[in-house]
């Protein structure tokens, strides 16, 4: 049971570049979230997803789009790189809004 | 938007004792508060959570106290160990929506020998 599973564990990229940062899970969750973790700042949610086809920002949406095409993918796509999107990112999913959320690795982004 | 306040943001415990972090939350919040745990280059843990009509919940030596009226939640670490040295974070789920979590800045915990 691999849980969920974030790709890549880390990567830098240029002012510009665009990327997608993968994210699956194999546990059947409907809610699925990507956070982004700063120092002093706590976890900030990107977007939030209750099940495949609905998806919905969080508090930091801009510069981020995701899709759930399947209940197991939840994608986040970075349009065009800028510095500020230096962090670290995690994807994270849960049975219900009554559960616990079982958080990926993380990924460790930087952005020059 | 959910405004959740977190203290202190670190706190060092000796061996044996207790560790108390504290969690404030603004708007009224429902379903469940959980707390979270995390070590250094791993993702974040549940670890604790509560369900708002009960006041005390307690797991080893975990114990999460609610104060509903005071929107105040509380992690209370008892016999605290080196291995708990982490850094922990509260979270509330957002009015409307419990599948929206919105977390504390975190607490650095360390356990000295």
């Known amino acids: 049971n691999a849980g969920v599973t974030q790709t890549p564990k880390f990567q830098v990229l240029k002012t510009g570049q665009s990327m997608t940062l993968q994210c699956a899970q194999d546990m059947n969750h409907e809610y699925m979230s990507w956070y982004r973790q700063d120092p002093g700042m706590g976890l900030r949610l990107i977007h939030y997803?209750?099940?495949?086809?609905?998806?919905d920002q969080g508090e930091v949406p801009n510069g981020y789009n995701v899709s759930r095409s399947t209940t197991e993918d939840f994608p986040l796509r970075l349009l065009s790189a800028a510095p500020s999107q230096t962090s670290v990112y995690f994807c994270?999913?849960?049975?219900?809004?009554?559960?616990?959320?079982?958080f990926g690795s993380g990924t460790r982004l930087t952005v020059v | 938007q959910q405004q959740v306040k977190q203290s202190p943001q670190s706190l060092i415990v000796q061996k044996g004792g207790i560790s108390i972090i504290n969690c404030a939350y603004e708007?009224?919040?429902?379903?469940?508060f959980p707390w979270y745990q995390q070590f250094p280059g791993k993702g974040p843990a549940l670890l604790i959570a509560?369900?708002?009509?009960?006041s005390e919940k307690k797991e080893g030596r975990f114990t999460i106290s609610f104060n509903k009226s005071a929107k105040q939640f509380s992690l209370h670490i008892m016999d605290s160990q080196p291995g708990d040295s982490a850094t922990y974070f509260c979270a509330v789920p957002n009015t409307g929506t419990a599948s929206k979590l919105t977390f504390g800045t975190g607490t650095r915990l360390q356990v000295t020998l």
């Open positions: 509560i369900r708002p009509d009960v």
């Open positions: 997803s209750v099940g495949a086809g609905i998806t």
């Open positions: 708007n009224t919040a429902f379903d469940y």
């Open positions: 994270a999913s849960s049975l219900s809004s009554s559960y616990g959320y079982t």
